[in-house]
């Protein structure tokens, strides 16, 4: 803003540069001082102040707020699209944990132990033999089984009325491979570890299934040999992997929540004394029955509820401890004479001690050179 100002010279009465005006109205004197003419004018100094003088000596009536630093606004920025980005999860997670199929409660219940029953067949006399694993193989019942996991063969998968497609297909693989693991798997048959079955194993029955090993007992809950099969290393071996198998499995609906699936399968194996390979072979009978359940969080966790266990083995001597493990008689061996041991009808939580007899045609028929 220009600011015109005057000189000391033309201050007071002093006459303009050209003279003084033709005529000024109403005197004279009494207008002097405040009517100019145009040389008048054009011979006043302007001068313009400075922006220092500007702001000391015409301040604004009306002071303006401080700008706002920018590293403030980019914080508050980011603040605000934190806090959108939290309500946004915080909203995804609420929706689902309503919404998500897998997170359906399991009608509160927690897994029922396990109820298993094993019972030892007993031959009428000396156990058949032979150097040939393939040849009692093939002169036995077991001559036009599989082997292996081929034999533990699923049945048509169809969805329920409230189990789609996929997942009983879940339930019927999770419980072979439960049956693979328990039954063909050579470090699980001789005892050097557990874990393959273990982790098959809802957690509700985990506790269930260490007692079983650390103190197994005949008392319907914790045979070791109804969670799986496995043999005394110090008295048998396997003389050929190609364990064969033969079988079936059941899968419906217990409940609008809860899969079942239901397995009948018999394993043969071909054992031999430890330490001697050229030994004679002999065949052992396993018959299981297996009763799974699988509810939506072991479908998602691959895992199942073991309900039953049922076990027939043999040949075995019904005095003999089968609860621990398994310890056949060999080829050439006779069972002593001697029933199952005793039953306690006094204690709460006693079973009783079951025994069969090993019907003759369930043994292989060896080669009259063997």
Known sequence: MAVTTYSESMAGSGEPPEGAPDSVP??????RSVVFDESFVRAAKIQEFSAHERVDEHTPAVRSSPPVPAVVKNFSRQALILMVLIA?????AIYMGVRHPYEQPSAGRPAEPLRTTVIPLVPGGAVP???????????????????????????AVRATS??????????LTTAKDYLVESSLDPDVLTGHTVRPVRILIDPDQLDQFDDSFARP???GRHAATGWLVRFDPGQSALADSGIRVRGSMHVGEANDRTLEVSSEHTFVYALREPGVEDGRTSLFTVR????FRFDQTDLRMHRTELLVSYLQAGPLACATDSVGRLRPLLAGQKAEVGGPAGTDPYAPDSATALCGALDPSAQPKPPRSS
């Open 88 to 92: 946004i999860a915080f909203g995804t």
């Open 26 to 31: 109403g005197g004279e004197e009494e207008y």
């Open 129 to 155: 033999g032979a150097k040939d694993p393939e040849k009692l193989f093939a002169n036995s019942p077991a001559a036009q089984f599989k082997q292996g996991a081929a034999g533990i063969s699923l049945p």
């Open 288 to 291: 299981r029955e297996l009763h």
């Open 217 to 219: 007992v005949a008392d």
């Open 162 to 171: 409230h189990f789609s497609e996929s997942q009983v297909l879940t339930a």
